[in-house]
């Protein structure tokens, strides 16, 4: 061939092999696309249910994952993330225990000219070219939903109303969310009154510690309402309130995130009044983007999962069966 051809063939190459983003033309023909994937822990019910999720979808997509569990370190995750640039993954996708401390490792991702997928939680930073997408939860409406439903419950009453409160991870989106979209809606009325509030880690060994040392602190007959960010610490709290003879979802109302099919059990019988969804079913939609992406498609830079609520007048029968 014409070295001057040969010249323009090779430049036209390289311009194609670069020009579509990530560097893969046609996905049917490369290798499977390489998905390195850092799960921040198994604390929860939820959890579980995410990295199942996460797991089965990248199989069912013919997608390569390297799955790393941090079991809630963040080191542990930056560790992982560290490992995929060095094996030069495809796409890198990550839930962010807490929402600080990623700017440098991700710097380096992209330094890499590895895409990143933020998923579920949220990371907090002024530069937005960190990361090519989000996929994850509106915490701040779940946690408005909670004061919603607590505004029409007692609507019929001038009384105060005491809430104790069981957040999730200090940092993490989730727990900021739900604390402060609860408190958008109940700072309206001043009758609402959180008498005890603290993070639990979104583990029901942690609801369980918790409520037992509000009993020491409260006598039950002050407390009115409790709010627990997950089901998880919502079933460690309701063990302590039967051990103590009180009746959850009667003698206190109890408004609980994530809706487990234990949770939704507990609607059911009224043991707890108000379930909020919070989706760990993200994985297909992870696998998606994930492709989207490799293949250079431009994908939004923020995207939110539909979620619903639940309460006694739920058609109970309507409802599938939640899998976790
Ligand atoms: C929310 C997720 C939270 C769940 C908890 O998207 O990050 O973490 O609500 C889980 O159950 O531990």
Not at 86 to 110: C, H, M, N
Not at 244 to 255: E, K, L, S
Request: aromatic share 10%; charged share 25%; net charge negative.
């Amino acid at each position: 061939m014409n070295p001057l051809v040969r010249a323009i063939v090779l430049i036209l190459c390289i311009v194609m092999f670069y020009g579509c983003g990530y560097g893969r033309s046609d996905e049917s023909e490369a290798s499977p696309i390489v998905l390195g994937y850092s799960q921040l822990g198994d604390e929860s019910t939820w959890r579980s249910q995410n990295s199942r999720s996460i797991i089965n979808a990248a199989d069912e997509a013919g997608i390569k994952i390297m799955f790393e569990n941090a079991m809630q370190d963040p080191d542990n995750q930056i560790k992982a993330i560290r490992s995929f640039i060095a094996y030069k993954v495809d796409v890198i996708a990550f839930s962010p225990l807490v929402e600080t401390g990623w700017d440098t490792v991700l710097g380096e991702a992209r330094a890499a000219g590895i895409p990143v997928i933020i998923v579920d939680r949220m990371i907090n930073t002024s530069d937005d070219s960190l990361y090519t997408c989000a996929l994850g939860s509106d915490f701040d409406l779940e946690g408005r939903r909670a004061g919603e439903f607590l505004v029409r419950e007692f609507e019929d009453s001038e009384k105060p109303v005491n809430i104790v409160e069981l957040g999730g991870t200090a940092d993490s989106t989730p727990a900021i969310g739900r604390y402060e979209g609860f408190r958008d809606v109940i700072s309206e009325y001043p009758r609402f009154r959180v008498i005890f509030s603290e993070d639990g880690d979104f583990m029901l060994s942690k609801g369980r510690e918790i409520m037992q040392q509000v009993l020491e602190e409260y006598d039950a007959t002050e407390i009115d309402v409790l709010y627990s960010h997950n089901d998880d610490m919502t079933f460690g709290a309701i063990e302590i309130m039967r051990d103590a003879g009180i009746r959850p979802g009667v003698d206190i109302v109890i408004i609980s995130v994530d809706a487990t099919q234990r949770s939704i059990n507990y609607l059911r019988e009224g043991v707890v009044n108000y379930v909020i969804e919070c989706n760990p079913n993200s994985g297909p939609r992870v696998m998606d983007l994930a492709k989207r992406i490799v293949l250079g498609e431009e994908v939004p830079k923020h995207l939110y999962i539909e979620e619903m609520v639940f309460d006694e007048y739920t058609d109970f029968d309507a409802i599938a069966d939640r899998g976790y």
